[in-house]
């Protein structure tokens, strides 16, 4: 048999019979946008070798990069994190005594909003 661990708490759920299997996809949201017949004839080569020297010159992974534009998790509960997780899908703050998984966990800090000088 397949032993299969709580993803948020590590629990092996094949002792309790029951699991939940929770699917997570993030993607970038643009506003729809009309496209003309000029911006379709438009030659958008420039365009496009400025987009990719822009991502060059970024210090960021292509993971990096192409998790900005979309990101599927899936994951497996435990009963007791089902219910957890259910009542507050998003957590106000993630610490490591929460025995997340470490994937999990720095994905979850990613989509918290960045805190600025006057929120302190």
């Known amino acids: 048999m397949k032993k299969i661990v709580c993803d948020r708490c590590g ?21 729809d946008k009309t496209i003309s017949l000029m911006e379709l ?5 420039q365009e496009l070798l400025d987009l990719i020297h822009s991502m060059e ?3 960021k992974t292509s993971t990096e990069i192409e998790e ?11 009963t007791r994190c089902q219910k957890s997780y259910v009542r ?12 997340l998984n470490p994937e999990l966990e ?3 800090r ?4 960045k805190r600025k000088p006057d929120d302190l």
Do not use: M, W
């Not at 900005?68 to 435990?78: A, E, V």
């Not at 507050?88 to 025995?99: K, L, R, V, Y």
């Open 41 to 45: 004839v438009q030659d958008h080569r």
């Open 11 to 31: 629990e092996t759920i094949e002792s309790i019979g029951l699991r939940y299997e929770v699917s997570i996809d993030v993607r970038a949201v643009y506003e």
């Open 106 to 108: 720095e994905f979850l």
């Open 88 to 99: 507050n899908p998003i957590a106000p703050s993630i610490s490591s005594a929460d025995g």
């Open 110 to 113: 990613s989509l918290q909003p």
């Open 68 to 78: 900005t534009i979309y990101k599927s998790l899936q994951l497996d509960l435990c």
């Open 57 to 59: 010159q970024q210090e």
